[in-house]
């Protein structure tokens, strides 16, 4: 079964732009998570969708914003850019059996200059 | 507020040793307990998990030791390996479909050969 996939793998974009990312889900998972990484805040929990509906959201400022389409695939679009933005973003699915058991993709890393 | 704190920050362990990672948790409502592995450049990957109701789970080489009445848990990377050098992170979350991971700060483990 393949993995988490997201797209693009790197980015580059200037303060007051927007970005969007993408991530496609392990077959089958209906719950898609979104974590901010960085070196001083560590993983840190963005939101989560399950059936296209936001289930879980955490504590970011509404610049961040996420959507899930009926095929489980989810964006997430940060506006406004700040340089704090840089990090990695990864994407986690869940599903099946454990429903509680989040697989991680290889994550985007946003440069902000 | 930091709801699981993980230590040691660092940890360096010669080839055949054992390699021991702790976590404390604050929030008595958790009640799932995972252990992620990060390659530079690569997503978290699960390792173990561990819900309350188990004092002790093992994997292969890896070990999690829990503690209901401390709030602590470990990973125990027994006959530890030059291939184990990563960095490792201790997680928590109320165990149910769609809710967050809080996650540790994180243990780069490096192993000497």
């Known amino acids: 079964k393949a993995g988490v996939t997201q797209t693009p793998r790197y980015l580059i974009k200037t303060r007051g732009q927007q970005v969007t990312l993408s991530c496609s889900p392990i077959s089958g998972h209906r719950s898609v998570s979104w974590y901010q990484q960085t070196p001083g805040q560590g993983l840190q929990f963005l939101f989560e969708y399950f059936s296209e509906t936001q289930r879980n959201k955490g504590n970011f400022p509404g610049r961040f914003s996420g959507r899930q389409f009926s095929n489980s695939r989810s964006e997430m679009n940060v506006s406004t850019l700040e340089l704090g933005d840089s990090a990695l973003y990864l994407c986690a699915s869940s599903g099946g059996q454990y429903q509680e058991t989040q697989y991680f993709g290889p994550g985007t890393r946003l440069l902000v200059l | 507020q930091q709801q699981v704190k993980q230590s040691p920050q660092s940890l360096i362990v010669q080839k055949g040793g054992i390699s021991i990672i702790n976590c404390a948790y604050e929030?008595?409502?958790?009640?799932?307990f995972p252990w992620y592995q990060q390659f530079p450049g690569k997503g978290p990957a699960l390792l173990i998990a561990i819900r309350p109701d188990v004092s002790e789970k093992k994997e292969g080489r890896f070990t999690i030791s829990f503690n209901k009445s401390a709030k602590q848990f470990s990973l125990h990377i027994m006959d530890s390996q030059p291939g184990d050098s990563a960095t490792y992170f201790c997680a928590a979350s109320k165990g149910q479909a769609g809710t967050a991971l809080i996650f540790g700060k994180g243990t780069t483990l490096s192993v000497s050969s």
């Open positions: 929030n008595t409502a958790f009640d799932y």
